[in-house]
């Protein structure tokens, strides 16, 4: 990359990003301190801060250069930490670890784990109407509230978890295991990136073709989690491994074979970003960063 060192911009980013989603946390304080010290223990114990950063690479990448977008970067990292704390417990993945620390109902307790989990989804909605405070479009903050909710509920993410709960344990055929990718995985990356076109000032078919890429992004990304849970290790990841085997869940490794799933990361990373060569402007950065994301090691 031009005049950059990709590692040491990426360094700097994150470090901006949980920045911005730091300012928005709630104070741990008052009768309900308990839970909202466990969300704050969650949303701190680290991560890559993927989501927020993508969507503010390409808010840039259609121009946008205002604080409007901050609200939401801090409320889709606090939805996906919500999802985490939730795959978490024991009537889930019933997984211990989680970023190199206990996990929330390890630490907090089954109750204020599921409670810490709901606080931060609700909160996020009441952090990203924040937004209207820093836009003169509020017709676009509107709108973006209605993507964040969407690709979050049942026509999202909790819907590609109910799936992937109902056929725990059991032999899931390849098209359902797209759907609950596309949805448990790819939905919150949807709405990352969408919302950024969107606030930025995409138009709809350039909002249509940044879902597209999205998707293609989270395919590829879920495809190379479920290669990293044979092929890493718990220091490493951050998390157990071999959890899919543990619980007996089908993922594309087991379905469609280690070298497969390595050429679909391959083949389906080349089409995210062709996606985005098509779009108008330029963000070497976006581009780099979805390289990565796709051909990580933890």
């Not at 026509?155 to 055929?173: C, H, N, S, W």
Request: proline letters at 3%.
């Amino acid at each position: 990359m031009k005049n950059m060192n990709f590692e040491d911009e990426l360094l700097k980013r994150t470090k901006d990003v949980w920045e911005i989603v730091e300012s928005f946390l709630p104070a741990v304080e008052g009768h309900q301190s308990t839970v909202l010290e466990a969300m704050d223990y969650s949303i701190r114990a680290g991560g890559k801060r993927l989501r927020p950063m993508l969507m503010r690479e390409t808010y840039c990448l259609f121009g946008g250069m205002g604080k409007e977008i901050e609200p939401f970067m801090a409320a889709i990292e606090m939805i996906h930490t919500s999802s985490l704390i939730h795959d978490d417990l024991p009537c889930m993945d019933n997984d211990t670890l989680r970023r190199g620390l206990p996990t929330a109902w390890v630490k907090f307790g089954y109750d204020m784990a599921v409670l810490a989990g709901d606080g931060l989804l609700i909160y996020s909605m009441e952090t990203a109407a924040k937004a209207l405070d820093f836009s003169d479009r509020p017709d676009r903050v509107a709108r973006a509230m209605g993507i964040l909710a969407q690709k979050t509920g049942i026509f999202g993410m909790i819907g590609g978890q109910t799936v992937d709960v109902e056929l725990a344990g059991k032999p899931i055929p390849g098209e359902k295991l797209d759907f609950i990718y596309r949805l448990k995985t790819g939905a919150l990356l949807e709405a990352s990136m969408m919302i950024g076109a969107l606030l930025g000032g995409a138009s709809e078919d350039e909002l249509k073709a940044v879902e597209e890429m999205a998707s293609k992004i989270g395919l590829a990304f879920q495809i190379q989690d479920d290669i990293l849970d044979v092929t890493s290790n718990a220091e490493v990841l951050g998390k157990p491994v071999f959890s899919d085997e543990k619980n007996n869940k089908t993922t594309y490794v087991t379905l469609e074979g280690m070298e497969q799933a390595k050429m679909a990361v391959e083949r389906i990373s080349a089409e995210a970003v062709a996606c985005l060569q098509k779009l108008p402007g330029e963000n070497r950065f976006l581009e780099e960063l979805i390289r990565m994301l796709v051909n990580r090691e933890k």
